[in-house]
Each structure stands twice: as structure tokens, then as C-alpha cells.
């Protein structure tokens, strides 16, 4: 109970902390215009997401059809990301963290993205209710491409919580890392429904510095916090 408080409350912060990202011309009218600025995570957040990802991790199945899914009562958290190559595996593999969340590897999309899919991820994202988010990995290099958008419209038209995560940070100069980060950002607030307001970093920079692993630690922190915030709030609330 006292995490699921921490979550709540997280989640409270995260949108009462600033108005930077809301503008408005009559203070009755207010216009979102990108994410706001999330707070830094507390020392007993951190010190709860590094707990539940220090628990044992444990392979549960694979599966090629919906109605082979386990029958679990833990929360569910997915991981996706585009491919472009095809042949890649179409089976949604399933993961016990520590007895409280279950973790689903899901197949990349993107090349012939329904074709080599089939009906089985769409069919999970519709039918899971186990499922509390889908953590899309975006490649800021790529930037935001049709498939991810289609990927998006879907999530949102079955009103399921998702959130994004850049990947490949060190492939790009900060500056353009940036631009990228913002572009994407951008779309997202305009288009995108049931996107988590945070977009989520992982890697290190292309310029290495001597602070890189705090920064990777502390950034990864955040993406392990995520689960826990996702997972917590759906059992809490």
C-alpha cells in the first residue's frame, strides 16, 4: 500500500509542478504544448524500482496465439519496438519479475508491419486486460515513421496506456538528439491520446563524459520506476 501511495502520488507531482507546458490567452482557456517537466524521483522510489527489478527474473512462455496466454493475475507490462528487417520472431514471450509484475518481449513491427505480425499482437493489445502499458522504443535516428503512428492510433482507439522510450541516444550529436526528441514530443501532444506525458531516455551520449554512467543509472532508474508507477496504479487504482 505505501508504494501504490508513492505512485499516486508521483503521478499527482508530475502534473501539478509546473504550467510551462500549458499556455493560454484568457487564463480560462488552456492549451497543452509539450510534456511537463516530470519531478526527480525520490530516494525511496529509486530505492523501490531497483528492489522489484533486484528480484529474481524468470522465463514463463511463448506463444504463438492469443489463447495460449497464461493465465496470471500480476499486472503485465509490454516492450515494442520497430524492425526493419523481416523474419524476425512472432511470438510474444512472457517473464515473471520477482512474483509481482510479468514483462512481455513482443515482436518487433514495422517491416510489413500487419503482415508479419499477423492478428496475434493486435489481438493482445485488445484483449489483455492483465495489461497495464506498453513502453513503445523509438529510435530518435529514424524519428517517428507511419508505422509508429498507425501503432499509436490503435493503442489509443483501445484507450490502452503507452509510453515513449528513445533508444540509440549515442547515434546522434546532443543537439540533434534534441530536435529529434522534440519533434517527436511534439507529435505526440498533438496527436496522441493515451500516451504517458514523459518521454523516457535510455543510453549514453555520443560525447562520453566522465558523469555518463550517473546519468544512464539515473535515467534507467526512471524507466524501472515506470513499471513500478504503471503496474502499481492499475492494482491501486
Avoid at 528487417?85 to 513482443?106: A, R, S
Avoid at 517491416?111 to 513502453?135: A, D, N, T, V
Avoid at 540509440?168 to 514530443?185: G, N, P, V
Avoid at 544512464?216 to 524501472?224: D, N, R
Wanted: hydrophobic share 40%; with cysteine; aromatic share 8%.
Amino acid at each position: 500500500m505505501a508504494l501504490a501511495k508513492r505512485a499516486f502520488h508521483s503521478t499527482c507531482q508530475l502534473l501539478k509542478r509546473s504550467t510551462d507546458h500549458l499556455v493560454t490567452k484568457d487564463n480560462k482557456k488552456f492549451q497543452l504544448v509539450s510534456f511537463p517537466e516530470p519531478p526527480p524521483l525520490l530516494p525511496s522510489q529509486v530505492a523501490d524500482a531497483n528492489k522489484l527489478f533486484a528480484r529474481p527474473v524468470s522465463f514463463i512462455q511463448s506463444i504463438s496465439q492469443v489463447d495460449q496466454a497464461p493465465d496470471l493475475t500480476n499486472p503485465e507490462v509490454a516492450f515494442v519496438g520497430r524492425s526493419n528487417v523481416g523474419g524476425h520472431t512472432k511470438l510474444l514471450n512472457f517473464f515473471d519479475i520477482g512474483g509481482q509484475v510479468t514483462l512481455v518481449d513482443m515482436p518487433g513491427y514495422g517491416y510489413k508491419s500487419k503482415e508479419e505480425w499477423g492478428e496475434l499482437i493486435l489481438e493482445y493489445l485488445s484483449s489483455r486486460k492483465q495489461l497495464k502499458r506498453l513502453f513503445l522504443l523509438l529510435d530518435p535516428v529514424a524519428g517517428l515513421k507511419e508505422t509508429d503512428q498507425q501503432l499509436m492510433s490503435h493503442l489509443d482507439k483501445q484507450a490502452l496506456s503507452y509510453q515513449v522510450i528513445l533508444t540509440k541516444r549515442d547515434r546522434l550529436s546532443q543537439e540533434a538528439f534534441k530536435e529529434s526528441r522534440l519533434a517527436i514530443e511534439k507529435y505526440l501532444v498533438e496527436h496522441a491520446i493515451c500516451c504517458y506525458p514523459q518521454v523516457l531516455v535510455t543510453g549514453k551520449r555520443r560525447t562520453s563524459k566522465s558523469n555518463d554512467n550517473a546519468m544512464v543509472a539515473e535515467e534507467m532508474s526512471k524507466v524501472k520506476w515506470a513499471i513500478v508507477n504503471a503496474t502499481v496504479l492499475g492494482i491501486f487504482l
